[in-house]
């Protein structure tokens, strides 16, 4: 056990919308592999075809890649083995392990009925499970079979869930789960079984969904000679209203959050803390959550999505990115609001001017507008109503002294508080119409270092602008 080589996998089904919540079922087995030194899987349980799609293959690769969740082996897909598990059926019934049932769906339906009408729980009764001494009907004709596990009869499952603990489920709970489906193709259950096996895989950590699905492969892994991996259950991500997490009630994709302005780290991170704590560590490298990660931290309770955690981590990851990456990232969600990045200043310098309050990339991609615009067209009425003729003086004595000064925030700064004590006036009555002035708007970035953007010589022009007389 203590070298045991690390196998983990994630297993998603391809169908339907993949969310947020569903990749951290992802995020927990790769971190467990890669802490371990071990390998991680990547398997697309796409043997659904009605209601699989390439497009969620797409978006779990696509989902996958940009968290930096890489993986070993795969994507390897089931429906490429189906004539392995077919081949296991073959194995499974010639020794004994499965059998032929020929009870048509229509007589499965009236044992239900009847049984529910006997106040007893619906389960197949074992008609045609052979057993010594016992005769089994006549084969009827032209019904092609499902072929019936041969699950044991008596005694229970036990397995030790690393986040639930011990579960026990007795065996009479467990009636002969169907393998094969009469036109042969394999069953669900019995395909993450094989699929497990053959991978070798040491610890299936999933979401707790699939509780009810345990003994059943247990049982079957059991009967196939191999040995039970580890399980490790994850409890539900659910919303604000305590319900489990869907696109009806604003799920969204991780593409959704790569769209609004997310960064990858930040949503790594906030997936990490999505029911698994180290002390109480909130911000932390993937680097850390790999080298902290273990199996005895990850909570028991559902784990509650929210969205203002997750905005508040992108922030922190914001404003402490490198500003050189952070423009680089942020350029592409410029060019889509269809600025001009190179018709203005510098896209660095714009950019890190606003990533201290900003919470997503696009945000932004939106502050940095300004700095790209033409220089504002006032007219008089404008200029009137916001640049108070009484503030002029001032004005005036702030351009004379830019323009003779060094260019740095701190020659901005100092002239700013030398003109305001000379004219017995407060910040904001001056710096409002000097915002005014250079962007028509008042809602700026300090105005010292939007100055240094916008570089001396522009700030210069669009200021004189002003000047009426
Ligand atoms: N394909 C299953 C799902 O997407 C997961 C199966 C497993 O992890 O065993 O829910």
Redesign the pocket.
């Known amino acids: 056990m203590l070298f045991m080589h690390i196998r983990t996998?994630?297993?998603?089904?391809p169908?339907g919308f993949i969310h947020l919540g569903?990749l951290r079922?992802a995020l927990y087995p790769w971190a467990f592999a890669r802490h371990n030194q071990g390998d991680f899987i990547l398997?697309i349980?796409d043997t659904d075809l009605e209601r699989s799609t390439q497009e969620a293959v797409d978006v779990i690769i696509e989902g996958m890649s940009w968290l930096g969740l890489d993986w070993d082996e795969g994507p390897i897909y089931q429906m490429q083995r189906i004539d392995r598990y077919r081949e296991v059926v073959k194995q499974m019934l010639n020794a004994g392990l499965a059998y032929p049932c020929y009870m048509t769906e229509n007589e499965l339906n009236l044992l239900r009925d009847q049984q529910m009408a006997n106040k007893e729980k619906p389960r197949y009764d074992g008609m045609w499970r052979p057993e010594p001494g016992k005769s089994l009907p006549p084969i009827p004709e032209g019904i092609s079979p499902v072929i019936r596990f041969k699950n044991p009869i008596g005694g229970s499952v036990i397995w030790n869930d690393a986040v639930k603990g011990q579960i026990e489920i007795s065996n009479d709970e467990l009636d002969d789960l169907v393998i094969a489906r009469p036109d042969g193709t394999p069953t669900?259950n019995f395909c993450?079984v094989v699929d497990?096996m053959d991978m070798k895989i040491t610890h299936?950590?999933?979401?707790d969904?699939?509780v009810n699905?345990t003994p059943r492969?247990i049982n079957i892994m059991k009967a196939l000679g191999g040995t039970p991996p580890v399980y490790a259950h994850l409890p539900t991500v659910v919303n604000d209203g305590g319900e489990k997490m869907s696109k009806r009630n604003g799920a969204m994709s991780v593409r959704d959050y790569q769209r609004a302005g997310y960064l990858p780290e930040a949503i790594l991170n906030y997936l990490a803390r999505l029911g698994w704590s180290h002390g109480d560590a909130e911000v932390f490298t993937k680097e850390q959550f790999v080298d902290w990660f273990d199996l005895k931290n990850l909570g028991r309770s559902p784990a509650q999505h929210n969205p203002e955690k997750l905005l508040w981590l992108n922030h922190q990851y914001i404003q402490n990115s490198d500003p050189m990456r952070l423009a680089e990232i942020t350029e592409p969600f410029a060019h889509e609001l269809g600025i001009d990045t190179e018709s203005g200043p510098d896209f660095v310098q714009v950019v890190s001017l606003l990533q201290d309050r900003a919470n997503t990339l696009l945000e932004i991609a939106e502050g940095v507008k300004l700095f790209y615009l033409p220089a504002p067209q006032l007219t008089t009425d404008q200029i009137k109503e916001n640049i108070p003729e009484a503030i002029v003086p001032a004005l005036k004595d702030l351009v004379d002294a830019i323009s003779i000064c060094e260019p740095s925030k701190e020659a901005y700064s100092a002239i700013f508080k030398q003109v305001l004590a000379k004219h017995q006036i407060k910040m904001p009555a001056l710096a409002m119409p000097v915002r005014y002035a250079l962007f028509a708007t008042t809602k700026t970035p300090a105005i010292d270092s939007v100055l240094v953007v916008l570089g001396k010589e522009e700030a210069l022009n669009r200021l004189s602008n002003v000047f009426l007389d």
Request: charged share 30%.
């Open positions: 996998r994630f297993a998603p089904s169908t569903n079922s398997r349980e669900y993450v497990d299936v950590i999933r979401g969904d699939h699905n492969q």
